[in-house]
């Protein structure tokens, strides 16, 4: 079988050296299209390739029509809404992700946005401490879970709310469930988000629901842009000036958030999953699941049906 490593940011050298390793190891043959600058080049690349692995890299309907071969691709990352998975459905193409593998590296982002928060983004006038603060996390999934066993090592109280996990388990993991997410924003000092972008989360984090959170409150945001409704929270953050907003992924209206000086910090690009370990973890992973898919049929890590 080919597999086509289709990566307009790279893999990190070490990163495909594991992939080709395990990929090889199987007996098929790995193709890299890396650094490509025109869609053209993916079009190209992809007709016979019976396999993808790609990071960001989108995989619409028009590459999908182009890869008469292909069987299954594979989103190195927890994230898969590059991928139009109506369209893989329909070509009957498995997609993938590799849940797990980058949640650490985005935990001890969010953890290190909230010391440059409560720090004041190190301005040099005295902040405050985690330690007793409350933080709550929408959403309990791999990065959730991470977020919490670091926060407890800032003495954090950790809440949580997530509507797919039972509070049982939320609370089998030393953390305090809460009934809904209105209930999360009205009892905690900072909110992290941790939820995809669906029809059902998208546009969701409004002025209504931040505007239910404590004085100083502030909003984490390493999970996706679309889930913010950016009109409201500036309206929100214009009225209330005790209110933080710390983010991994740079807002449309970003010259409008900075306006809100003390108060705002985005990183200039997604930096969630940006580690050396997170970037090997998540490529060789998902050459794995290739490998299994082509040897048993193995699509356990499907996200499309």
Not at 10 to 30: S, T
Not at 90 to 95: E, F, G
Request: overall charge negative.
């Amino acid at each position: 079988m080919k597999i086509l490593v289709a990566t307009e940011k790279p893999f990190a050298a070490v990163a495909v050296e594991g992939i080709r390793k395990e990929i090889e190891g199987a007996g098929h043959e790995l193709v890299l299209l890396e650094k490509y600058t025109e869609k053209a080049q993916l079009l190209d690349a992809v007709k016979d390739a019976d396999a993808m692995i790609i990071r960001s890299d989108k995989v619409d309907a028009e590459v999908l029509d182009a890869a008469k071969q292909l069987k299954v691709v594979v989103r190195a990352g927890a994230g898969f809404d590059n991928i139009d998975l109506a369209a893989a459905t329909a070509h009957n193409v498995v997609a993938e992700n590799t849940p797990g593998q980058n949640a650490n590296a985005v935990a001890e982002l969010v953890m290190g946005l909230l010391v440059f928060a409560v720090r004041n983004f190190y301005n040099g006038k005295a902040g405050t401490e985690l330690l007793g603060k409350k933080l709550g996390l929408l959403a309990f999934g791999n990065v959730g879970r991470n977020v919490a066993r670091i926060a407890k090592g800032f003495g954090m109280d950790v809440f949580a709310y997530d509507a797919y996990c039972p509070a049982d388990v939320i609370e089998q993991a030393g953390v305090h469930a809460v009934a809904n997410q209105e209930a999360l924003f009205e009892q905690c000092d900072v909110v992290s988000l941790h939820i995809p972008a669906t029809p059902e989360t998208k546009q969701s984090i409004n002025y209504a629901l931040v505007g239910k959170m404590r004085k100083g409150g502030i909003l984490v945001n390493t999970a996706r842009k679309e889930v913010i409704n950016e009109p409201e929270l500036l309206k929100l953050m214009a009225e209330r000036e005790d209110l933080k907003f710390v983010t991994d992924i740079m807002p449309d209206a970003h010259d409008e958030f900075v306006k809100m000086e003390g108060r705002y910090f985005s990183t200039p690009k997604k930096m969630g999953a940006q580690t050396a370990e997170a970037n090997i973890n998540a490529g060789i992973a998902a050459a794995k699941q290739i490998n299994a898919y082509f040897a048993t049929g193995d699509t356990r890590f499907q996200v499309n049906k």
